[in-house]
Each structure stands twice: as C-alpha cells, then as structure tokens.
C-alpha cells in the first residue's frame, strides 16, 4: 500500500523512495516548473528511438531491431529516419502537437562505463569528478531569494543533482512509526518555541504537510496494491499535483531504476518496453496534472550513458556512450529529432562497439537554466557548468 501523503510533502525539498522510484522537490524564484527525469541504469537510446532509416540499423542491432513503421514489428514514425518505440506510443500526441522534442547520440563529457561515474557526471554537470554539488541546486542558489521558506526533505538522502549551497533539509522516518497526533505536535512546537532552528523546521514541516494535503485533496488518499510498474506514473501524478498548485515547489527530480538492460531487454515484449511504456505512461500523467502550468514547464528526461549498437549473447545490451535524451513541456520548440547523427557503420562507432556522442546534454541543461529559470548566459557559464564553453546552450530548445 502506497500512501501519497506520506511519500509526498511540499517545501524546499521533499524526497520520496517506493517501488524502485525516487522522487525531491525544490522551491525557486520561478514562475516556470522544471522537472528533471533521472533514468538509472543506461537507458538504451538505440531501442528508445530507433534509428530505422539508417542503412546499417538492421544488421548491427540484429535481433534487436525494429522493422520499419507500418510493418508488423514496426517502430513509430517521428521523421522519416528515426522512429519512436512503440512501447512510448502514448507519447506520439505530445510529438504531434510540438510539445516533444528528441535529442540522439548524445551523451554527458563521460566516456567511460561506470554507473556511478556516469551519473556523477549527469548530476554535477562537470567534465571530470572536480564538482561536489548538483548543477540543479547551483542553479537555484544563484537564483534571487523571494523569501519562500524551507521545509524537510523526507527520505534517506537527496539526489546529487539537488546538493549543494541551497539549503535542504532531511528527515528519515520509519514507515512503521504511526502518523503524530495534534496534541504530540502541540507538545512538540512548544518545546522548540525558543529555538530558531527546530521551531522553523516544525512550522515549515507542518505547513507543508498542510499545503500538500489540501493539494492532493480527495485524489489523496491511497493507491492501494501497485504493480511495479505503476509506481512511476502514481508519483508522476502526485508531483505533478504538487507543481501545479500555486503554493507548490517550482522544480522536481523524479528518478527512475532498472534501466541496466544487460539480459532479457526485448524487442516488443521484455524489461525494456516495460519500463519505456511506464516512462511515457508517467509523462503523459505528469503532463495531465500540470495542465494549468503546463505551459510554463520544462520537462526533461535523460540517462547517464547509452548501450552497445549490438546486442549481446543474452538478448541484452552492455553498457555503452551515445544515447536518446527527450525534452518535453508546453514551451518546448518540439516535433523534431535533434541529432548530429554520426551513423552506425563500424567506422563511425565510438571505440568500434557505440554510438558515438555528437550531443552534449549540458547543452539542454544551459537552456533550461537561462529560459524557465532565467539566469543570465555569464551566470550559467561561470557558476553552474564551468570550463564547458565548447557546449553553448541550445539556444532554440524552448521557445521565449
């Protein structure tokens, strides 16, 4: 049994674990919202978006290619060229209506093949292991302070890409613990009257408990037994309720796991198509709860590092570079695929066995720091991803 209210709370920053999802919320300046899909695990790019339309696709992914769109076994098509998984078929009236847009054969500066490397990498926005902090929370701290206050995360940690300089604060109950009674919290605020930290933390927790259960209301209550599979689209709801409502948080992290596809990842059936239909199942729900501010949101979904361009003796893909990343929301300059697309003859692959990087996400990064949340192009530069002039921000990602 999954109760949204205890897995979601309204603040500075709020952090939820369940069903192999992870979620933090993030107050900011902003009238925009931002929500940041982390995929952990190395998503596969190569199955996300196939690539039908190049000449060597069939024989170098082999029993993991799709047959071209119309056909039995076919892929969607985007452009002529790339195609669109049929597992993430609920998001083709997102690409219709230009409120989707796919980057291909990108990558972060990271070449290696290590998880923890990579989404280190993804997180901090550096090109080597010389930043401690998230380029999220530096974004938020550069931003001006309009007074909101502070609140406590909920869960055991924060992910990397909200640490940093902007405070945020942490508490770890134990799901077993009955919820407080009114006369325990009464008890508690006057205790902690005098002192400025606990008293703040108090009153900040209790009115975003407030907040968040006037948000969820009536769609509140309880999700009772949840597949596995439908925990990212409930959380995706729940965040999306959250962000929506004026007195909400501006910025979510939402991160999902099981992207390390090494056996049985399938073609049409499989671990892969299961967690690509649960993906675009939650983008289409946070996209429906985010209706009144949807036009102002940015969503964007990326993944530490791609796959190999064949599959292995498993039905399976190793851990490889290039990969698919989707930028999605009602201010996003969408319907196209954006691609330096290096091709997949043998002579082109990185390191004779990837796809090779063209893209580099902090590009898309930039863009969502200067447009929703309004930093000036020497702030982002400068403070949020430093030494990484060679990525300029993709200046025409989202329209003005």
């Given at each position: 049994m999954l109760t949204r209210r205890r897995v979601l709370v309204l603040g500075a920053t709020g952090f939820a674990y369940a069903g192999g999802i992870r979620l933090a919320l993030?107050?900011?300046?902003?009238?925009?919202?931002?929500?940041?899909?982390?995929?952990?695990?190395?998503?596969?790019?190569?199955a996300a978006v196939p690539p039908y339309g190049d000449k060597d696709y069939v024989s170098q992914r082999g029993t993991l290619a799709f047959d071209e769109p119309g056909k039995p076994g076919g892929c969607l098509d985007l452009d002529g060229h790339f195609g669109l998984n049929p597992a993430l078929a609920s998001l083709m009236p997102l690409w219709q209506s230009g409120e989707l847009a796919v980057l291909h054969a990108a990558a972060t500066p990271y070449r290696a093949r290590s998880h923890f490397d990579g989404q280190d990498m993804l997180e901090t926005g550096g090109a080597a292991h010389a930043l401690a902090n998230g380029w999220l929370n530096r974004a938020i701290a550069a931003m001006p302070d309009d007074g909101r206050s502070l609140a406590l995360s909920v869960g055991p940690s924060v992910p990397l890409i909200l640490r940093g300089s902007a405070e945020v604060g942490s508490?770890?109950?134990?799901?077993?613990?009955?919820?407080?009674?009114?006369?325990?919290?009464?008890?508690?605020?006057?205790?902690?009257?005098?002192?400025p930290l606990f008293s703040k933390a108090l009153a900040d927790g209790l009115q975003a408990q407030q907040v968040s259960d006037e948000v969820m209301g009536a769609s509140g209550g309880t999700v009772k037994s949840l597949k596995q599979a439908d925990y990212l689209?409930?959380?995706?709801?729940?965040?999306?309720?959250?962000?929506a409502d004026p007195r909400g948080p501006r910025v979510a992290v939402l991160e999902a796991f099981g992207w390390d596809t090494h056996q049985g990842q399938g073609l049409m059936t499989g671990r892969l198509p299961t967690a690509l239909k649960s993906l675009a199942d939650?983008?289409?729900?946070?996209?429906?709860?985010?209706?009144?501010?949807w036009a102002r949101t940015t969503v964007v979904v990326a993944t530490e590092f791609g796959r190999t361009v064949a599959p292995n003796g498993t039905n399976g893909t190793d851990h490889?570079?290039?990969?698919?990343?989707?930028?999605?929301?009602g201010n996003v300059a969408g319907k196209r695929v954006i691609a330096n697309w290096p091709g997949l003859s043998s002579d082109?692959?990185?390191?004779?066995r990837d796809l090779a990087p063209t893209t580099d996400l902090r590009m898309v990064?930039?863009?969502?720091?200067?447009?929703?949340?309004g930093l000036d192009e020497m702030t982002v530069e400068n403070k949020i991803f430093p030494?990484?002039?060679?990525?300029?921000?993709m200046s025409d990602l989202l329209r003005a």
């Open positions: 993030a107050s900011a300046p902003t009238d925009s919202r931002v929500v940041v899909v982390v995929l952990r695990g190395a998503m596969d790019g190569l508490w770890s109950p134990e799901q077993v613990l009955p919820a407080a009674s009114q006369d325990l919290l009464d008890r508690l605020a006057e205790l902690y009257r005098d002192d689209p409930a959380a995706a709801k729940g965040v999306g309720e959250l962000l939650s983008l289409v729900a946070l996209r429906q709860a985010m209706q009144p501010v490889g570079t290039g990969t698919a990343a989707f930028v999605l929301g082109w692959l990185y390191q004779a990064f930039k863009a969502v720091c200067q447009r929703p949340l030494d990484s002039r060679a990525a300029p921000a």
